[in-house]
């Protein structure tokens, strides 16, 4: 490992790595973060997210695609103790079981859920070095109807299962995970949802900057105080971002 150089004012930051930073929620959050952390970047487009290339406090970028092979996945070899995970990859799926085929169920679940479970598993060194919190989006869906959208549902329900048995595994290592379950988010992700649904009705949805200053506010948390699930829903109409 890499000894951090001292002329590299990220040094003495806090690390947060984020997963979806080319996303609705991870761009919005690396925003706020920036000033206050090192980050990291983590995806298959990740050179396209925020923050890079300004200065010293440019984050940096670790190429994975989940949907890829995750056999030789490891850790960029700077990568140090990691004080904050937040898991916001994700990849939206609507359709019936009928024609829905194994590819698509595959690629949902490798990303919403192999994927963020994979990386996860390589960081707990990390983590723990650092007693980190990781903080993950899965979705008020679990509670409703699978109905034209199972593959999406199934996997942030087995995310939420991962999620719990993460902390009660490693809470004795310091390490605090808090399962985000949100509602609509005005997003990438949220146009493919209202597109599936096609009803025309305009739909309530959080502001991606307004959930961004939740997880901001759950990583700022005192360390003696672990908040385990917090379920966030719109509450007032907002611009989808342009397509
Ligand atoms: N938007 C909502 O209404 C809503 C509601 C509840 C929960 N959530 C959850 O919130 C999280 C963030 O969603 P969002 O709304 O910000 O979605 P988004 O704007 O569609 O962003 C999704 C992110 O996941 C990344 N991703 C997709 N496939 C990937 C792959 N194969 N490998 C690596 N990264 C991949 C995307 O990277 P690329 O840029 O490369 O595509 C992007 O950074 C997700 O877990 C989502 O399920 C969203």
Do not use: C
Not at 19 to 35: C, I, N
Not at 56 to 77: I, N, T
């Amino acid at each position: 490992m890499s000894v951090p150089d001292p002329r590299d004012d990220r040094a003495s930051l806090p690390t947060a790595v984020v997963v979806g930073a080319t996303g609705g929620v991870g761009r919005s959050v690396v925003e706020l973060l920036r000033v206050t952390h090192r980050i990291w970047l983590v995806g298959r487009r990740s050179s396209a997210g925020p923050n890079r290339g300004r200065g010293p406090r440019a984050a940096q970028y670790w190429s994975l695609d989940f949907e890829g092979d995750l056999a030789e996945l490891a850790p960029p070899s700077d990568l140090g103790p990691v004080d904050l995970l937040v898991l916001a990859a994700g990849k939206w799926s609507s359709g019936t079981i009928a024609e829905g085929t194994p590819k698509e169920w595959a690629d949902v679940l490798a990303v919403n859920v192999i994927g963020q479970i994979a990386l996860t598993q390589l960081l707990l060194p990390h983590l723990r070095r650092a007693h980190g919190r990781v903080i993950a989006l899965s979705s008020t869906a679990v509670d409703g109807s699978p109905r034209g959208r199972a593959a999406y549902v199934a996997s942030k329900a087995a995310l939420d299962a991962f999620l719990v048995g993460l902390h009660e595994e490693e809470r004795r290592h310091g390490i605090q995970v808090t399962t985000l379950h949100a509602g609509r988010i005005a997003t990438p992700m949220h146009r493919e949802v209202t597109d599936a649904e096609a009803t025309g009705q305009k739909v309530e949805a959080m502001a991606p900057d307004d959930l961004a200053r939740v997880i901001v506010m759950l990583a700022e948390l005192p360390s003696s105080v672990h908040l385990s699930e917090l379920t966030l829903r719109a509450a007032s109409f907002v611009e989808e971002p342009p397509a």
